[in-house]
C-alpha cells in the first residue's frame, strides 16, 4: 500500500469514527464528558501497549499459537485496545484477524497501527461488545482476549459468546497477564512499573477456582486452566476451551 494509500485510508476511518461518535452521542445520549473519557481511556491503553507492553504481545501470541496449536484461521481478537495482541497473532501466524472493542478510539488507534505494522489487509479492527458479538455461528478458528476479562462483570456470557462463534474444534483462550515465554526478570519489571505492587493485579483478585466456576456456568466442560507461574508468583492466568 502507497502512502498516499495509507493516508486516505486513515483519514476515511477517522471520518467514519466520527460519525459512529455522533451517532452515539444522538442516540445513547453520551455527554461530551463522556466521549473525552473514552478518548483519554483509548489513549492510555494504547500508549502503555506501546511502551510498558512492548514485550509483553509477541511472546503471548507465540505463547497461544503453542498452547492452542491453531497456526491459521480467522481470528477473534476481544477488547483489542491498541490492536497489539491482534498485530502480534497476524504476524506470528496466517490469520485474519477481527478486533472487536466497545471504545471506537481505540478501533481507530488499532486501524492506524495495523497500516504503521503492515498487516492492515488482514486486521479489521470493529466496534463490538463481548457479550453480544457481531459474528455468525461457527465463525472462528481461535478466539483471544488479554486483559479484558477482569473488568467485565458478567463473564459467563463472554465465554458463551466465544464458545458459539468457535468453529468445530475452534479454540478460546481468555484471561489475563503477560507470557511465561518472557524471564520473571522482565515480567517483575512491567509489574513494578505499571502496579508496583503484584498483589494488585487484577488477575489476582480472581483465583484459579473462580474461573473454573465462570467456565462451567457457561455450560464448557472441556476446558484448561493456564497460570504463568514463576518461583515468586503468578502472573498470569489463561482460560482455554475447545469447542467439541
Known sequence: MGRWQKWFACSLLIALVSLVLFHLQV?????????????QAAERMAETARTKFAL??????????????????????????????????ARAGNFKVYAVDINPF??????????????SDCFFP???????????????????????IP????????????H????????????????RMLDEET????????????????????????WEEQVKKAGITNYRIIEDRYPSGVYGIWVMFKKQ
Open 27 to 39: 442516540t445513547v445520549g453520551q455527554t461530551e464528558g463522556d466521549v473525552e473519557s473514552q478518548k
Open 56 to 89: 509483553v504481545y509477541p511472546a503471548l501470541a507465540k505463547q497461544i499459537i503453542e498452547d492452542t496449536g491453531v497456526k491459521e484461521g480467522i481470528c477473534v481478537d476481544l477488547g483489542t485496545g491498541a490492536g497489539a495482541l491482534g498485530i502480534a497473532l
Open 106 to 119: 481505540a478501533v481507530a488507534i488499532a486501524q492506524k497501527n495495523a497500516v504503521e505494522a503492515g498487516v
Open 126 to 148: 470493529m466496534l463490538g461488545n463481548a457479550l453480544d458479538l457481531p459474528f455468525k455461528d461457527n465463525f472462528a478458528d481461535l478466539v483471544v482476549s488479554r486483559g479484558m
Open 151 to 162: 473488568f467485565i462483570e458478567d463473564k459467563v456470557t463472554v465465554f458463551r459468546e466465544a
Open 164 to 179: 458459539r462463534v468457535l468453529k468445530k474444534g475452534g479454540v478460546a483462550y481468555i484471561g489475563g497477564g503477560f507470557s
Open 187 to 210: 515480567v517483575t519489571k512491567i509489574v513494578k512499573e505499571v502496579w508496583g505492587d503484584p498483589q494488585k493485579l487484577p488477575m489476582h483478585r480472581m483465583p484459579k477456582e473462580f
